[in-house]
């Protein structure tokens, strides 16, 4: 199973908005509603953002929103905070009860 | 609060085996499934294995079948991750995560921990 692609950085000022894309196949992405985001301090364990592909967990902030278009997913996050500098990890259910994850992008606030 | 505590982690030689640990607290063990992801250095999050609530059923993702084996101890709260023949490339810190449910399904991981670092060098 060959990871999900994501840019390895983005970057943004606060208050601006940044969109992070996942780039899977038509054997994850493309074929599940199934994509999630998780945010990750290094050092800290990471944090659910967004799972079935738009939804967000309680706690989540709504400037978090996800998307999907064909085999491409989407996280972005508007109103952009010093603290949402961090790893962005997407993963997609790949069938067979196997996941793939992206490599990750790091976003930088700046 | 949901907790997850990796331990076990540490140095091993190639070929040699070693038994990773997840306590759980926060909530009741039995009733949700866990699994294993692992991040090697300077690479991304890449998944392991999972098993159901009650133990009775496991998967894996091929790079480990026949090597490791998961399992876990519901009277513990406990989950397991016994890793045999270990590779160089196989060195990453091993993270334990729960499922929304007790089943494995097409599902998310909904709490994570910080994660327990292999390393496997001679």
């Known amino acids: 199973q060959s990871a999900l692609t994501q840019a390895r950085s983005v970057s943004g000022s606060p208050g601006q908005s940044v969109t992070i894309s996942c780039t899977g196949s038509?054997?994850?992405?493309?074929?599940?509603?199934?994509v999630s985001w998780y945010q990750h301090h290094p050092g800290k364990a990471p944090k659910l953002m967004i799972y079935d592909v738009t939804q967000r967990p309680s706690g989540v902030p709504d400037r978090f929103s996800g998307s999907k278009s064909g085999k491409t997913a989407s996280l972005t996050i508007s109103g952009l905070q010093a603290e949402d500098e961090a790893n962005y990890y997407c993963c997609s259910y790949a069938g067979s009860y196997t996941w793939v994850f992206g490599g990750g992008t790091k976003l930088t606030v700046l | 609060e949901v907790q997850l505590l990796e331990s076990g982690g540490g140095l091993v030689q190639p070929g040699g085996s070693l038994r990773l640990s997840c306590a759980a607290s926060?909530?009741?063990?039995?009733?949700?499934?866990m699994s294993w992801v692992r991040q090697a250095p300077g690479k991304g999050l890449e998944w392991v294995s999972a098993i159901s609530g009650s133990g009775g059923t496991t998967y894996y993702a091929d790079f480990v079948k026949g090597r490791f084996t998961i399992s876990r101890d519901n009277s513990k709260s406990t989950l397991y991750l016994q890793m045999t023949s270990l590779r160089a490339e196989d060195t990453a810190v091993y993270s334990c995560?729960?499922?929304?449910?007790?089943?494995?399904?097409?599902?998310?991981?909904?709490?994570w921990g910080q994660g327990s670092l292999v390393t496997v060098s001679s």
């Open positions: 926060g909530f009741t063990f039995n009733n949700y499934a």
């Open positions: 038509s054997t994850d992405v493309g074929a599940y509603n199934y």
């Open positions: 995560a729960r499922y929304p449910f007790k089943v494995v399904a097409k599902y998310y991981f909904d709490y």
